[in-house]
């Protein structure tokens, strides 16, 4: 199952910005050894002739998309495919013997009809929904031990749920009064050409985009009803910042009793203890986005405010390492047994 | 009184980012000449030495701060001074018997108390914080007229306060839900250094900042409150983005009735009929930041949900200039009685 | 043949970065009037649907790409086209009598075999090469007074030649010595979409490209070799720099002789005396990028090293300014007769 | 020797940029284990108070600068201190018995005349400067085994040499033509506040500074001199590109033969066989400085003209990784017999 005793994988969408990462990322992990990087749109070239940096570190040509022939040369595959795609592909991965972790949102919506309410794409077979394990580590992580199927989630709910759940499940925050100012670098949009994405129109500017309507709402309320035993419903907006790197949610609440900043640093640093990729800031201090570039770190911070009664809340992460390609290695440290920081051992980059 | 029949204005504190930007708009005015710029710290130099854009074009030295030797030079003063300057200088040129559009905060709050609360100096004396208007032109616009003292509105309070009043006004939206995520360009922290504007802790990078602490909340609610006839207490957050110039208020709000997107173009429509500063865009579309830039306006979109019953109102401005130096040139086109358009006709430059 | 006395203009390509510029700057232009902004890919749209800055400005739909209609609307028309579009179109206006400044680079070089080996289209009939006026203002203005047809000269072309022209005139530097390091903010691109300008690809990043390969060298050297009197080939290199507006051409030559910086300020500045948009910088001082941004000015400074015999040249501009739509408006007030710099009286942006 | 069989590190002037770029990189280290964080300024407080990316990474307080309180717990140190502090610091380590590689240039001109020329304060003692070894690794790497002290080469000057030294010394350049035009990101500044480094400043802007003046022209000169057996003297320009990290050098040189860009190629790899962080990039291709963000790599290309017989050389590094802490690491592992590339294997992040 091994190659030289390493777990050997497989990304599918290798010439995007969350399969590179998962190849950057992988390169120093001790137990696994990628074996297969793979990309319908240049398979056959060199995966360098898209990422100069790769230059003598990756020297492996893009294999097409073909489930018989992965699971040849895998173990494990990382779907780092477009929404719409890995619907399609991961059954047959899956039925091909392969473990799987999903980084697109196919998989994450237990109710079909909402997912094509939101994706505007007919909706994976149920059975492939009901199998896949949504992997918020530091909330789930106990049901993806052993599992051979891990939904990855977005990386807006990653920010905002690790940022809401302790302070929900403590019964701190009404479930009605929610709302989340996300804000996004921009290599989240993907590597995908549009005037959207376009050098002199996001330079020097701030954008509002998708408000009330981004397909990532549904997956956070699903979470925040499971947590909170009644239905959630959010107000979510987007921002597209100029940066390439980070996501910044600062959420809103109104709190059910007079909670201090050091009451919220307490119960979040109780609940994250043991999980050491989550920080919980002290009183008073909240992060930015740089703090965590790079790392696979969601960092917490908190302002309460007694004029309001309403408790403010900063989590951020990289959208591409903690709400992408590292929670995905992540989970599979988890799906195999291993600690959950194996090979995710990356001091921030700064400045 | 005039210079070839212009007004002759004096601008304190040219060498800030407000002051300069005073420079740039005011020369292409048709009634006023800059006849005195003017700086405590670099009084003797030529003000092309710390700003050699304006090489050429304005040939200066740069004047002292001293009142009696201002009203031999000039008709009307703009202060865009620091906080705790003003609220000593403002009084003496007032008593010099000049016009004053003042860009501190220091003569914005009526309430001494509130002052010394949020700005942690001693409060001007009384009689010239109840002297003073208060510069939002589109709603105060009429108390400007043949008035000697205008204090000039802050960036964040221009673009939120547009974007809410009428709302707020027509009963459209609940007192107690009102929350603002503002974001600001750099600029908007002077020119002054310290490690928290150094470029390479600012790059990539997304901060939030003073939440629930921003001296501009009192000036925000003390409005609020005026127009919805009952104290108002806002949840405010800001954040320090990436880029050099512009202001995002999102704003969220519980509404008092089932209002559309459509609904709300109408009203903002019809409240701003007639003052082109502010636009008001389509159902369904937000402006972006870079839309205003270096220009007078304050465009205005929303997003009205049924699902949370709230609406999201953004609310963009370039933060030197209609946060600023634009809307204190505007302020000074109405107490003199002329158009509020008169010199201010910059079309937004686009990218 | 005008609007209430004005004359009345039309723009090709209105829907890129450079027509758009036009439409700003023509905004405050006392003499002309915008008739008709025509684009071939959007006609029939509000121009405000693809820049909705202009939204209250100019409330006008996109007209399509018709001589006939064109000559019936306008008096003159600026074809900011992509280069091969002007060709075929630049011929049909100035046979509906109109006149023509041309943005692209379609008419620039007087040798057509050269065109087409630089290019890589056919080139334009030779008639249209050479009635072509080649429309460097502060070097050849007086050959714009009273023609129909001015070519406009290519962004970094501009930067470069006001940069080297009066030293290689008056013989202080040597022809076979001169090296271009030229870098570019990434609006010269244009608004087309492609990986080369994902925001993600040009953020926190600097490239070189088309080195020794840019069709602007064979402009440059033409010039070059007009002023010179005997043929001069340069070295180029061109870089795109994380911004989105300004040029800085980067200039190295070998000096004839023992010449100061103090001695090239002289020289320069008597070259450009009386063109107010050249500024010769003192002796020590180089201009940056930002110190003309947004203006049509052009900004020139030296270093002289006695160790090498070398002198540096440092040349900026605003690209869609001085290097696009500002130069085309001077051309056109120079063609009309009127003062150089009607209209054109804009500070630089700053910050 | 060692706590736990790794050799023990301090690091002098951890909270600027290069020392807490050390201490990022040293996390991965196998061999070495960081038992000091130095600084003068900020003894006695958390690191992670000033660099809250550290928060939970490394929790210690910062020691202050005691050679003896040093030598007790390191047996290697960093010194990542200003020009000046050096020259009177490193003696007192070396005393001490401690191994030093120094990051400020204080001890990288042989010339103590020179130094004080260039970098306006004393040179250090003439003994010392004999004693460094200047830790260009993959080209004096040899020299570097067993010493004590190390000479860490300053950003620019890594840049260029190893982009200049094979074909010079290859004989295919000429000596005298050699004209470098650098670019550099702004953390090079270091983190010490400005106006040169304000965001506002920077932002949107392109600057070149330091025209011939800069103090790491001998740096340059003088190993070029040594390869070439003749003095050697070069043109060399610096600017400030508005991003955090990366280093592009431009070089320009006339050849002495017809050589053609794969000729260059050859004779670079094989120049570099065995030196994995030497990247020479393919015929036609040239770097970005993204493709080497956040690693130890140095990618080159070339452009050959025949049409001026020039060579176009682009070098491009990761500033404060192979500039500064990386080749710091890198120099460490030569001194100790270890693979030079121990702990370094780090991909470059993209984007």
């Known amino acids: 199952m091994t190659v030289e005793g390493k777990l050997r994988a497989a990304i599918v969408g290798s010439t995007g910005y969350g399969g590179v990462e998962l190849i950057r990322l992988l390169q120093n992990h001790p137990d696994i050894e990628v074996t297969s ?11 360098e002739n898209g990422f100069p940096h790769l230059t003598g570190i990756i020297q492996r ?44 949102g196919d998989f994450r919506l237990k109710d079909g009809a909402e997912y094509e309410q939101w994706y505007k794409h007919p909706a994976p077979p149920q059975a492939y929904l009901e199998q896949a394990v949504y992997g918020l580590c530091e909330v789930f992580g106990e049901r993806a031990a052993g599992v051979d199927f891990i939904s990855n989630p977005g990386c807006y709910p990653t920010a905002t749920l690790l940022g809401l759940i302790p302070a929900l499940k403590a019964g701190w925050i009404k479930h009605d ?36 309507k981004h397909q990532h709402i549904p997956e956070i309320e699903q979470v925040l009803t499971e947590i909170a035993g009644e239905k959630v419903t959010v107000t979510f907006t987007t921002h597209l910042v100029p940066m390439n790197r980070g996501i910044m949610s600062t959420m809103y609440a109104g709190m059910n009793g007079n909670y201090s900043e050091q009451d919220f640093v307490e ?20 992060p930015a986005t740089k703090e965590v570039s790079g790392s696979n770190y969601c960092d917490i911070g908190f302002a309460t405010d007694a004029r309001t009664g309403r408790v403010t809340i900063v989590s951020v992460i990289d959208n591409i390492v903690k709400g992408a390609a590292g929670q995905a290695i992540q989970n599979l440290n988890l799906m195999m047994g291993w600690e959950e920081t194996r090979g995710l051992g990356y001091t921030p980059v700064y400045p």
Do not use: C, W
């Open 61 to 104: 040509n893009l294999d097409g998309v073909d489930p018989a022939e992965i699971a040849g040369r895998a173990d494990v595959v990382f779907t780092a495919t477009p929404s719409g795609v890995s619907a399609k592909l991961v059954p047959q991965l899956l039925e091909a013997g392969l473990k799987v972790v999903d980084l697109s």
């Open 177 to 212: 009064s929610i709302i989340i100012d996300a804000k996004s670098g921009v290599s989240g949009a993907g590597r995908g050409t549009s005037l959207m994405v376009h050098f002199a129109e996001i330079n020097e500017n701030l954008k509002a985009y998708k408000i009330n």
């Open 267 to 286: 119960l979040y640093r109780e609940y994250y203890e043991g999980r050491p990729f989550v920080r919980v800031r002290g009183a008073g201090v909240v």
């Open 37 to 47: 990087v793979i990309s319908s749109s240049s398979a056959g070239e060199p995966i």
